[in-house]
């Protein structure tokens, strides 16, 4: 599985999203998405125990998308 196809599985269950073709690499997550600051503070630490990394409060604040989120896991883990 990948890292996109994890992270969409993740904030399907997340947010309650049955149509997982409706998550993309270009997908807002506030604006497309609907996720609120509680949302983003649960997937952010399940980001953690999934990918075994410590996202900051200072790079969480700079992820608007599913695909900026993507790519900084991959950039993150040596698992790619």
């Given at each position: ?17 049955g ?36 996202v900051?409060?200072?790079?969480a ?15 993150h883990?040596?698992?790619?």
């Amino acid at each position: 599985m990948t890292t996109f196809e994890k992270i969409r599985s993740m904030f399907a269950d997340q947010l309650g999203i049955g149509d997982l073709d409706r998550i993309t690499m270009d997908s807002d997550i506030v604006v497309d998405l609907e996720a609120d600051s509680l949302d983003i503070f649960i997937l952010i630490s399940n980001f953690d125990k999934e990918f075994g990394i410590t996202v900051s409060d200072e790079d969480a604040m700079n992820m608007k998308s599913i695909g900026d989120i993507v790519r900084y896991i991959d950039s993150h883990t040596s698992d790619k």
